[in-house]
């Protein structure tokens, strides 16, 4: 059993105190007490890290964190553009680079740094996709590239937009500098203000957008996962499964006595 090693004060001699999952258990419940359960997290995780260590290395049997749960953080569920959300923000949008910027966002999903290191060469307007990958420069969340298909009505903006002489990027400044996501942010931002939209949008809000839409018009969430480029489909179920139309209603429906 993995015991905490305390010193005596009467003959210095160390006096092990035994660490079980129950103690554990108490010791997290006395976290939560000043502390944010994510806090706490960080805490238990850094805490079970540091004891598989002392495993390895014989200091200790067990891992007494090894049965011990981390804290259950319900998803807080993120605001997402609706259709009319949509057509109150494109009322407001001026032509031009943020709105290009806007709108691949909302047809592809694409984080605001995959859209901002978007090249050229990463659009197939034959085979209608769009690839999102690692370069020398950038490299994905997922540390993964992906392939995106590409909307008629995106591939028909894209086409319009001037290219950049000496550059591979999409969105590209004036000043031949690639689109900042900071000012990115701010504008997507203006433009919901002005729409009168929830002010809790960020530019973020256009991949949870595009997600979502997916899911309600009944796109499978194993497609959904490719296209966002989740790890496990489990995150792509926790955020987007509630959002899908019931399956168990469409089977009864096909019924036809």
Request: proline letters at 4%; one cysteine or more.
């Amino acid at each position: 059993m993995p015991r905490t090693i305390t010193k005596c004060k009467t003959n210095h001699k160390f006096v092990a105190d035994p660490l079980t999952t129950q103690r554990m258990e108490q010791f997290k419940s006395t976290l939560l007490k000043d502390y944010a359960p994510t806090s706490v997290n960080i805490i238990l995780r850094h805490l079970k890290a540091a004891f598989s260590k002392a495993v390895s290395w014989n200091y200790l049997e067990e891992n007494p964190l090894k049965d011990v749960h981390l804290v259950r953080i319900p998803e807080k569920e993120s605001p997402f553009l609706t259709s009319e959300d949509i057509e109150k923000l494109r009322k407001v949008m001026e032509s031009g680079l943020y709105r290009d910027a806007i709108e691949t966002g909302l047809y592809t999903g694409m984080r605001v740094s995959d859209i901002r290191n978007l090249s050229w060469d990463d659009i197939d307007f034959v085979g209608m996709k769009i690839r999102v990958r690692n370069t020398e420069y950038f490299t994905t969340k997922s540390k993964r590239e992906r392939t995106v298909p590409l909307h008629p009505k995106l591939a028909d903006l894209l086409a319009l937009r001037a290219r950049v002489d000496h550059s591979p990027f999409v969105f590209v400044r004036i000043d031949m500098k690639q689109v900042d996501t900071g000012t990115a942010n701010k504008k997507f931002k203006e433009y919901c203000d002005l729409a009168g939209l929830d002010s809790r949008f960020h530019f973020h809000s256009l991949r949870h957008t595009f997600a979502s839409h997916l899911a309600m018009s009944g796109v499978s969430l194993y497609f959904i996962q490719k296209i966002l480029g989740h790890r496990s489909i489990e995150t792509t179920a926790r955020t987007y499964a509630h959002l899908q139309p019931d399956p168990l209603l469409s089977a009864v429906k096909v019924l036809k006595y």
